[in-house]
């Protein structure tokens, strides 16, 4: 079985720029988070996606991050204008069900300049 | 306080020797815990859920302590290849179908030879 697949691996972009990353669930999986480790900080939750719906973003740093999940399976998190403290490994996870064990994705490297 | 916390290490062990970690967590509404291990910049990898009767995995051994609020592991005869870190993490509860999991800073394990 295929796990949490994300793209790209690696994203380097300039202050002021939008990038979108992607991340593809466990197949079969309602659940889709996503988090975010800053340098020398722990990881961090942002949202969580019930099929295509925004269970709880409370971990939105603000309105500059938006996140989908058109149709239930895919996600994308778009950030837009980027800034220099958005840097850091994204990392998304996708769990059966609720209060259940979340399996990570290899993580999105994003180093903003 | 912060809601999870571990004592960040690192911890130098000689091969073989039995090693253990505690973490504490602020929320007593907190629904489930984890055990996750990270290698360098690599994503974390469940190494064990951790239930209030204890749970054993091979030579891995969980405790949840809901009266103190900590959760323990400890690893038995270890292994150059068990040096990584060790991430605390908890379903704090927060309510509201909310499950986005919430970790500990790590704690870095070295294996001696």
């Known amino acids: 079985e295929a796990g949490v697949t994300q793209f790209p691996s690696h994203s380097v972009i300039e202050k002021g720029q939008t990038v979108t990353l992607r991340c593809d669930p466990i197949?079969?999986?309602?659940?889709l988070y996503w988090y975010r480790r800053v340098m020398g900080k722990e990881i961090k939750f942002l949202l969580h996606?019930?099929?295509?719906?925004?269970?709880?973003e409370s971990g939105m740093p603000n309105n500059r991050f938006l996140a989908e999940r058109t149709g239930g399976t895919y996600s994308t998190l778009k950030v837009q204008p980027a800034e220099l403290e958005d840097s850091g490994v994204y990392f998304c996870?996708?769990?059966?069900?609720?209060?259940?064990?979340?399996?990570f994705g290899p993580g999105t490297r994003l180093t903003v300049t | 306080r912060k809601e999870v916390e571990q004592d960040p290490g690192p911890f130098n062990v000689p091969e073989g020797a039995t090693v253990a970690f505690n973490c504490t967590y602020s929320n007593s509404a907190s629904q489930s815990f984890f055990w996750y291990r990270q290698d360098c910049r690599k994503e974390p990898k469940l190494l064990m859920s951790?239930?209030?009767s204890g749970n054993e995995d091979g030579r891995f051994t969980a405790q949840l302590n809901r009266a103190s609020q900590y959760i323990s592991l400890l690893i038995r005869d270890s292994k150059l290849s068990d040096s990584a870190t060790y991430l605390c993490v908890v379903n704090l509860g927060r309510g509201g179908g909310a499950d986005g999991l919430t970790f500990g800073k790590g704690t870095h394990l070295i294996i001696q030879p």
């Open positions: 197949s079969g999986h309602d659940n």
């Open positions: 996606f019930v099929k295509e719906s925004k269970q709880d």
């Open positions: 996870a996708s769990s059966p069900i609720s209060w259940g064990e979340q399996y």
């Open positions: 951790v239930y209030s």
